[in-house]
């Protein structure tokens, strides 16, 4: 009888002792994975989502702009390079934090819409209308946008178009409209690709097409295309910045997104702006209300 006790005590000694060790490692457990949360969590708050046109990053403006606001803010700044349409679709679904666009009509549509807050007028540039230093369709010099598509259409010189509802093919479309023209037919190209790709198109064609200044500039020593058609108010191309509204997204990293949309509208940001250049050329005018 007493070595069956001894046995059993010995027995509900090491189911106590495995339990006692089995609640120690769970909350140890416990503890880092709520660590390991809590870091997850910090590295993610950590990080803005930025969306923007492909025009500010082919230029290069971004690579000073991603350097400057990561070391005065701490935070680590993605960049998505997509067209303005692109890119406002995905401020729309709350896949981004903060956007850099130049569609001011659609965004400020949108922010009426309740899909984006805090918007402000950065910089600007203009469009100019490119094309073969022969110019076929004979519409150097002029100052009316909308006539200079006409002649291009009427002498059916092909012409590259962005056709990827960025905010220079939104332009392109409303100079087209405004002279009346339905662009179709194949002298029309209508690519899908980014201001970079469609002037590579355009210079091995030797066809027409429309850029943003500072995308030109930037490449103006890779291609052979010139400027023929500028200073038409209608080519005026403002850029904005505006965080995705935390109302209809809780997930946003609004914070983030309200840092740099403060960075961007400072007067040491607007000043580097303002000394970007290419070739010696200025490509932004900073102007932030």
């Not at 457990?29 to 923007?52: I, Q, W, Y």
Request: charged share 25%.
């Amino acid at each position: 009888m007493n070595s069956l006790l001894k046995k059993i005590f010995i027995l509900v000694t090491i189911l106590v002792i495995a339990l006692v060790a089995g609640c120690v490692s769970t909350s140890q457990d416990t503890g880092n994975n709520s660590a390991n949360n809590d870091d997850a969590a910090a590295k993610e708050d950590s990080v803005v989502m930025l969306a923007t046109t492909t025009s500010t990053y082919d230029t290069g403006l971004l690579d000073v702009l991603e350097s400057g606001f990561e070391e005065n803010t701490g935070y680590d700044l993605q960049i998505l390079s997509k067209g303005t349409g692109a890119s406002l679709k995905l401020g729309q679904n709350g896949d981004v934090d903060v956007l850099l666009v130049h569609a001011k009509d659609r965004e400020l549509q949108m922010v009426e819409e309740g899909y984006f807050v805090n918007r402000h007028d950065v910089m600007y540039n203009d469009f100019v209308i490119l094309g073969p230093e022969n110019d076929p369709a004979g519409i150097k010099g002029m100052k009316d946008a909308a006539g200079a598509f006409k002649k291009i259409a009427d002498a059916r010189s092909e012409f590259a178009s962005r056709g990827d509802n960025s905010g220079t093919n939104m332009k392109e479309l409303s100079i087209w409209e405004k002279a009346s023209v339905e662009p179709e037919g194949d002298w029309y190209l209508s690519l899908g690709q980014g201001m970079g790709d469609t002037l590579r198109v355009a210079n091995e064609k030797a066809a027409y097409t429309m850029s943003d200044r500072g995308t030109f500039l930037s490449m103006k020593d890779k291609i052979e295309l010139v400027v023929l058609v500028e200073g038409d108010p209608i080519q005026f191309n403002q850029y904005g910045v505006m965080s995705v509204n935390p109302d209809k997204h809780e997930s946003v990293n609004y914070e983030g997104a309200e840092a740099f949309n403060d960075y961007m509208i400072n007067a040491d940001t607007q000043e580097a702006i303002g000394q970007f250049k290419k070739y010696g050329k200025q490509l932004f005018v900073p102007n932030a209300d």
